[in-house]
């Protein structure tokens, strides 16, 4: 059994700060790692998905990967009230979620 | 017209009872899947199709089932509900040569 594990949260940040939000996975041989996005009643929409070592950037958010140390965090840069959502992490082509990391945005 | 359709949006129904969820998609992509989502639980794979010949069990099958009728259509099927499958389900397509997985709206199920 595949486990993948977020802090529940809530994670509070002032507007325009850094928001850092984490996983961890407990299969070695995973492969591809999401992050989604879900706005409280919709459904998850994918915003990033990163395969290899190292950082993946897509405007203001970051992907940054691990796999000798067996996490994937999601940085959002300049924070936006209307980030204010839960984030899921999914491992290995969607078939494992994390219970995902509520965040606010503070205006 | 949205890309990922779920029937019903809404449902209650009693312990016991079968009842089937469907899916419909107009994106053309040869995966679909099933979820179930519930508080503080995350989303948890149900079940799976690769194409219409393949279908798999996920994380958490026991007490559903699954029909694969067409590329476009996948329902899912609760024979006898009982009340711990009171939960959010959503449905979710993607095409084999991408990542990206595209979520319909959702059907909250309850049941008494």
């Known amino acids: 059994q595949k486990e993948v594990e977020q802090n529940s949260g809530p994670l509070s940040v002032p507007e325009g700060a850094i928001a850092s939000l984490n996983c961890t996975y407990s299969d070695r041989g995973s492969q591809s790692f999401f992050w989604y996005r879900q706005y409280s009643g919709k459904s998850p929409e994918l915003i990033m998905f990163?395969?290899?070592?190292g950082d993946k950037e897509d405007g203001r958010f970051t992907a940054q990967l691990n796999k000798a140390s067996q996490y994937v965090s999601l940085l959002i840069r300049d924070s936006q009230p209307s980030d204010s959502a839960t984030y899921l992490c999914?491992?290995?082509?969607?078939?494992?979620f994390g219970t995902g990391t509520s965040l606010t945005v503070i205006p | 017209d949205a890309d990922v359709t779920q029937t019903p949006r809404n449902r209650i129904t009693k312990t016991g009872k079968r009842i089937m969820l469907e899916c419909s998609q107009t994106?053309?992509?040869?995966?679909m899947y099933w979820y179930r989502q519930d508080p503080g639980l995350g989303l948890r794979l149900i079940y799976y199709?690769?194409?219409?010949?393949?279908?798999n069990k996920g994380e958490i099958s026991d007490g559903y089932s699954v029909s694969r009728q067409a590329q476009a259509k996948f329902s899912l099927s609760l024979e006898s509900a009982i009340p711990n499958q009171t939960a959010l389900y959503f449905c979710a397509t993607q095409q084999g040569s991408s990542y990206e997985q595209y979520f319909g709206p959702g059907t909250r199920l309850t049941v008494t």
């Open positions: 994106k053309g992509h040869d995966r």
């Open positions: 199709s690769f194409d219409v010949k393949d279908i």
């Open positions: 990163i395969y290899s070592n």
């Open positions: 999914a491992v290995d082509v969607q078939f494992y």
